[in-house]
């Protein structure tokens, strides 16, 4: 099965870019969705397909994919982004949706 | 607005069952696949199982695949999680989300309930 692999932390200063990456094998040819999960809260979508923001996604959020790594790129980073980060592709040969392991984002 | 209200969760036995639900609201449900998604308390996210809109296509993660079983009321606009043989590692809150696209299954989920808790414990 297809595994997800992400940093369990990443900690940045404010105003400072935090990357968040996320290791699959060959996951440039997979969409890859970035969810972000704040304490007691349901995940809530920052980037799909990559790169694309929802609306209400601050401009802040980009993303990144190539090769064996996507990343999600915040910056000005401020405490608010506080928060848990999932990778999340479809496996199209099981059809199974997989998440990484979660990056939890510290604000120094 | 898009509300999804998941319940039916609480303390379960080891080797009972539980029927988990979700109420959908704000959207033509029977366009939509959806799907289940668990989060131990403290731990990362992971996929249960998801079924297409009109219930043709189902999958289901290796750990929970032959115990658990996803299905659907498009009349009542309603979606269910049938966990059987319970067992500790199934303790964790269940998320039920929306895919963002009508009509196909391998979408990213836009919209998430809350959750309800699954406690599974003798």
């Known amino acids: 099965s297809y595994v997800l692999t992400q940093p369990p932390s990443v900690s940045v200063a404010p105003g400072q870019t ?4 996320c290791g699959g094998n060959n996951i440039e040819t997979k969409s890859v969705h970035w969810y972000q999960q704040k304490p007691g809260q349901a995940p809530v979508l920052v980037l799909h397909d990559d790169s694309d923001r ?12 190539s090769g064996n790594t996507a ?16 990778c999340h592709v479809w496996d199209r040969s ?15 | 607005e898009v509300r999804l209200v998941e319940s ?6 080891p080797g009972r069952s539980l029927r988990l639900s979700c109420a959908a609201s704000g959207f033509t449900f029977d366009e939509y696949a959806m799907h289940w998604v668990r989060q131990v308390p403290g731990k990362g996210l992971e996929w249960v199982a998801g079924i297409s809109w009109d219930s043709g296509t189902i999958a289901y993660a290796d750990s929970v695949k032959g115990r658990f079983t ?10 269910f999680l049938q966990v059987n043989s319970l067992r500790a590692e199934d303790t964790a809150l269940y998320y039920c989300a929306k895919v963002r696209y009508p009509s196909t299954t391998s ?3 836009d919209y998430w309930g809350q959750g309800t808790l699954v406690t599974v414990s003798s």
């Open chain 2, 70 to 79: 996803v299905s659907r009321d498009n009349a009542k606009n309603s979606l």
């Open chain 2, 107 to 109: 979408s990213y989920f």
């Open chain 1, 54 to 65: 929802p609306s209400g996604i601050p401009e802040r959020f980009s993303g990144s994919n």
């Open chain 2, 8 to 13: 039916g969760g609480g303390l379960g036995q």
């Open chain 1, 71 to 86: 990343t999600l790129t915040i910056s000005r980073v401020e405490a608010g982004d506080e928060a848990d980060y999932y």
């Open chain 1, 18 to 21: 935090a990357r968040v990456s």
């Open chain 1, 94 to 108: 099981n059809d199974h949706r997989v998440f990484g392991g979660g990056t939890k984002l510290t604000v120094l």
